[in-house]
């Protein structure tokens, strides 16, 4: 009774401390952690010293209040680790700030430098309280091995945007911690020539696309890569894709799957 009013005052103040380890296992396969209520990222502390955090169905969010909407801060806290082995990746997160909103991210993997994120304005949207989807991407390869790596994600600066004459109160929103092994780039030239396993549709594309396997697959994760092969989004299996905050152009579409991984070219109007 005692530990269930703990965990139960924990969230209600806007910390989760949860006790197991984060395994990145050592297949190619990449791999990304859920945030929010049905996390799969068990260890780890999440809480705010400016504003109200909070861990809700979409993620784990960091609001303002009718007195406090700018300067807002709050930390995100765990350690990755292999159950044997070794294995390298990359590391980012799906992030998300409602439109005209501005934030600073400071990203720290152990002994490494940190590294700095800056996000302003928005990327078309109209609507004051729909959250934006920005991935924030860490630089440099990370060696994953059984004794355990510290990451913080720290957002040290949310601010309502002082442009914007509105209520509406600034937000941020952490979707997932994603971890990709095949060293964050993909080879683009002849994408297009492989025996595709499946197809994609609507291609073009405006907002979203879906896929169809031609046999039984078990999809693992699917990624978006740039023409020159950099990842610029990284999505869980789900029945359709969204695409609305990715700029009009050519994509790569890589499908990872327990037999491998499939790529198929994407246009986005």
């Known amino acids: ?38 996390t799969t990222l ?10 109200r955090a909070s861990v809700i169905g979409a993620g784990h969010q960091l609001r303002g209040t009718s007195n406090t909407n700018m300067d ?6 765990f350690d990755l680790q292999t159950a044997s082995g070794t294995v390298d990746g990359k590391l980012s997160f799906d992030f998300g700030k409602v439109v005209d909103t501005e934030v600073q991210i400071e990203v720290t993997v152990g002994t490494q430098a940190t590294q700095t994120f800056t996000f302003t304005g928005n ?16 630089n440099g390869d990370i060696t994953f091995s059984t004794t355990p790596i510290h990451v913080k994600f720290d957002i040290i600066d949310l601010d309502k945007s002082p442009d914007v004459n509105n209520t509406t109160l600034p937000g941020v929103r952490i979707y997932s911690v994603n971890v990709d092994k095949s060293n964050g780039t993909l080879a683009t030239e002849g994408v297009i020539a492989n025996e ?41 299996p789900s029945y359709k894709y969204d695409t609305s905050s990715l700029a009009s152009g050519a994509y790569v579409i890589k499908i990872s799957t327990d037999n491998g991984y499939d790529t198929i070219k994407l246009l986005k109007n």
């Open 123 to 138: 990327k078309g949207e109209t609507n004051l309280t729909t959250y934006e989807l920005f991935p924030v991407e860490y």
């Open 72 to 77: 807002l801060a709050a930390t995100l806290e």
């Open 196 to 236: 595709n396993k499946f197809t994609l549709f609507p291609n073009p594309t405006k907002d979203s696309f879906q896929l169809n396997a031609k046999a039984n697959q078990n999809v693992k994760n699917v990624a978006v890569y740039n023409m020159v092969g950099q990842l610029v989004k990284s999505f869980a």
């Open 42 to 51: 068990p260890v780890h502390t999440w809480a705010a010293t400016s504003g």
């Open 1 to 38: 009774m005692k530990k269930q009013l703990l965990l139960s005052m924990a969230v209600l103040f806007g910390s989760l401390t949860m006790t197991a380890q984060n395994i990145v296992t050592t297949t190619m396969d990449n791999q990304a952690f859920a945030m929010g209520t049905n």
